[in-house]
């Protein structure tokens, strides 16, 4: 038998004719399609779904590119911890305050526990580190959704650091070049749906929920501010997520936990920096589980007593409170700089309180 592939074949892969046609013309047909598409994109992202240029993808890339700061010498300020301190804390504000421009490192749904211990073993840090400090994801043995991050910053490769450079050209300029719009079938969970009355909506995955600026500097997404069915979904998805069976975990050894901590501000400390704790706003039902499963005095009491390190609790100051939580666990854009505003003047007053700025 004559073997389909060979070069006897009149049709076969070798041989096969090419079509007739313009293929310039198809070329630029193609380009023209193209262009279409990717503007039919962009429209819909900006003048439909409500996305802004000039923003930047919060990427494993960028927090390296930040984090190589502290490498530099650099980072006479860090912020690490969750998305609470990463929406409350604007970058701009606190510099107004005291003339350094924090390097911000903290991720959403992620423990700050393991970066804290990261800076502490870098010698290259020696300023102040700020850590946010989220109950349900601080006070755990887990790393949280983005645990891994400096894995990809230690390891990042010459293709990995050369995209990043090419993609952020791009991001400012395309508002659907986002990691909640890309993929574009991503917006069909955003459809507001009605549902019957009295029938709790479900939760879909996270929604966009924030803009970033290229050094991490963050804010609320004005969707969360000003839709009600946005904040509802977000509301829903806390709701969820502090909700959903845990199964059988092993219990916190809090002994050992805060020892680690201890030992860690220890060597931050020894080389001239220190460590502050700060507990950013909650309220309604994301405030009553914290009260309920993690007690502040079993747990952020004992931190900030066992360490000895400055803490920051949004309760003890009634200039802390009453700011707009659009769904119980960030701040509103607007809010944010006066907030820090509040929290750096009380940070900085407890530093020299206590002799240590």
């Given at each position: 038998m004559r073997s389909s592939t060979s070069s006897s074949d009149p049709y076969s892969y070798e041989d096969r004719p090419i079509p007739e046609i313009p293929w310039k013309k198809a070329l630029i047909l193609g380009l023209v399609l193209m262009a279409l598409g990717i503007a039919a994109w962009e429209y819909n992202a900006r003048v439909i779904w409500g996305y802004e240029t000039g923003y930047y993808i919060d990427s494993p890339g960028l927090w390296s590119i930040e984090r190589r700061k502290v490498d530099r010498g650099e980072a006479e300020v860090a912020v690490v911890g969750s998305s609470r301190i990463l929406f409350d804390l604007d970058l701009d504000?606190?510099?107004q305050v005291t003339g350094v421009r924090p390097v911000m490192l903290a991720l959403v749904g992620t423990n700050p526990r393991p970066f804290l211990g990261d800076l502490a073993a870098d010698d290259d840090f020696s300023g102040l580190l700020i850590v946010g400090v989220t109950p349900e994801l601080f006070f755990s043995?887990?790393?949280?959704?983005l645990g891994d991050t400096t894995d990809y910053y230690r390891d990042e490769s010459p293709s990995q650091w050369a995209g990043q450079?090419?993609?952020?050209?791009?991001?400012?300029?395309?508002?659907?070049?986002?990691?909640?719009?890309?993929?574009?079938?991503?917006?069909?969970?955003?459809?507001?749906v009605e549902n019957p009355r009295g029938v709790r909506p479900p939760a879909f995955p996270v929604w966009k929920l924030r803009d970033t600026d290229i050094?991490?500097?963050?804010?609320?997404?004005?969707?969360?501010?000003?839709?009600?069915?946005?904040?509802?979904?977000?509301?829903?998805?806390?709701?969820?997520?502090?909700?959903?069976?845990?199964?059988?975990?092993?219990?916190?050894?809090?002994?050992?936990?805060?020892?680690?901590?201890?030992?860690?501000?220890e060597k931050i400390r020894a080389r001239g920096g220190d460590v502050v704790f700060v507990r950013?706003?909650?309220?309604?039902?994301?405030?009553?589980?914290?009260?309920?499963?993690?007690?502040?005095?079993?747990?952020?009491?004992?931190?900030?007593?066992?360490?000895?390190?400055?803490?920051?609790?949004?309760?003890?100051?009634?200039?802390?409170?009453?700011?707009?939580?659009?769904?119980?666990?960030?701040?509103?854009?607007?809010?944010?700089?006066?907030?820090?505003?509040?929290?750096?003047?009380?940070?900085?007053?407890?530093?020299?309180?206590?002799n240590k700025r």
């Open positions: 504000t606190y510099q043995e887990k790393a949280g959704l450079r090419i993609s952020m050209l791009l991001e400012p300029q395309l508002a659907f070049y986002d990691n909640d719009t890309f993929p574009l079938f991503s917006l069909i969970e955003k459809i507001p050094d991490r500097n963050n804010k609320m997404f004005w969707k969360v501010e000003d839709l009600d069915y946005y904040q509802t979904h977000a509301e829903n998805t806390w709701a969820m997520f502090l909700q959903a069976p845990k199964g059988e975990q092993p219990a916190l050894d809090m002994d050992a936990f805060l020892a680690g901590i201890s030992a860690d501000i950013s706003p909650s309220s309604e039902f994301y405030r009553d589980y914290e009260r309920q499963n993690l007690p502040r005095n079993t747990h952020w009491d004992r931190l900030i007593q066992e360490t000895n390190a400055v803490g920051v609790h949004f309760e003890d100051h009634p200039e802390l409170q009453g700011f707009r939580i659009p769904e119980w666990s960030h701040l509103h854009s607007d809010d944010a700089a006066p907030y820090t505003a509040a929290l750096t003047t009380i940070l900085m007053e407890k530093l020299n309180a206590a």
